[in-house]
């Protein structure tokens, strides 16, 4: 079946970066793009920007520039996200998603917690 | 900064109607905003429900239905169940970017 797949919680301290994984199976992947998605305690859903997954090329949201990253591996059908200098509000459920041509968002990963803490 | 505002929180009685809006700063919501909706449970990811205004995933209860209304897009639930006691967020999308909605509480009591 269509899945995506994220690696797992990580803890880090403020200062150091976190490269959050997000496997696609069961679908031709460069057919297809990659949203990211942010979602602070408690609060509601942010959209971070996404990455043409048959160009390679991202587009970042406001606010999303500079310290966000979004990358490829298409051999291994899995797309990345890496965040530098975190910061304590960083904290937040990464969230990427697919996105379709017919404008589809779906589906969506687990979910990867990162947990920015001295 | 494009905003994309919904209700905050709605309250509806079980086996009732409600719509749940979408509706953007720069004006009235089309079909080329693509609308998606999307409901989430505490604890989990968003599960997506309809995409493109209206058009349903496989999984999507006939109960949910999507339009536009008003000049916002819409989502419908008719014969509301109880477990439909969820977060729901809109999604448009604005030529290479997309905005979320600030998401609505429904509560089914």
């Known amino acids: 079946q269509v899945q995506l797949v994220q690696s797992g919680s990580e803890l880090k301290k403020p200062g150091a970066s976190v490269k959050i994984a997000c496997k696609a199976s069961?679908?031709?992947?460069?057919?297809?793009?990659v949203n990211w998605v942010r979602q602070a305690p408690g609060q509601g859903l942010e959209w971070m920007g996404w990455?043409?997954?048959?160009?390679?090329?991202?587009t970042y949201a406001q606010g999303f520039t500079g310290r966000f990253v979004f990358s490829l591996d298409t051999s291994v059908s899995t797309a990345y996200l890496l965040i530098s200098s975190l910061k304590a509000e960083d904290t937040a459920v990464y969230y990427c998603?697919?996105?379709?041509?017919?404008?589809?968002?779906?589906?969506w990963g687990q979910g990867t917690l990162v947990t920015v803490s001295s | 900064q494009t905003v994309v505002t919904q209700e905050p929180s709605l309250t509806v009685s079980p086996g009732g109607t409600v719509t749940l809006t979408c509706a953007s700063s720069?004006?009235?919501?089309?079909?080329?905003?693509?609308p998606n909706w999307f409901q989430q449970k505490p604890g989990q990811a968003p599960r997506a429900l309809i995409y493109?205004?209206?058009n349903k995933h496989s999984w999507t209860p006939a109960r949910f239905s999507g339009s536009l209304l008003g000049g916002k897009a819409a989502l419908t639930l008719s014969g509301v169940q109880p477990e439909d006691e969820a977060e729901y967020y809109c999604?448009?999308?604005?030529?290479?970017?997309?905005?979320f909605g600030g998401g609505t509480k429904l509560a089914v009591l």
């Open positions: 998603a697919r996105v379709a041509g017919t404008y589809s968002v779906d589906p």
């Open positions: 069961g679908y031709s992947f460069t057919n297809y793009g």
């Open positions: 990455i043409n997954a048959n160009t390679g090329n991202p």
């Open positions: 720069t004006g009235a919501v089309t079909s080329g905003y693509y």
């Open positions: 493109s205004t209206s």
């Open positions: 999604l448009l999308y604005y030529g290479g970017a997309w905005v």
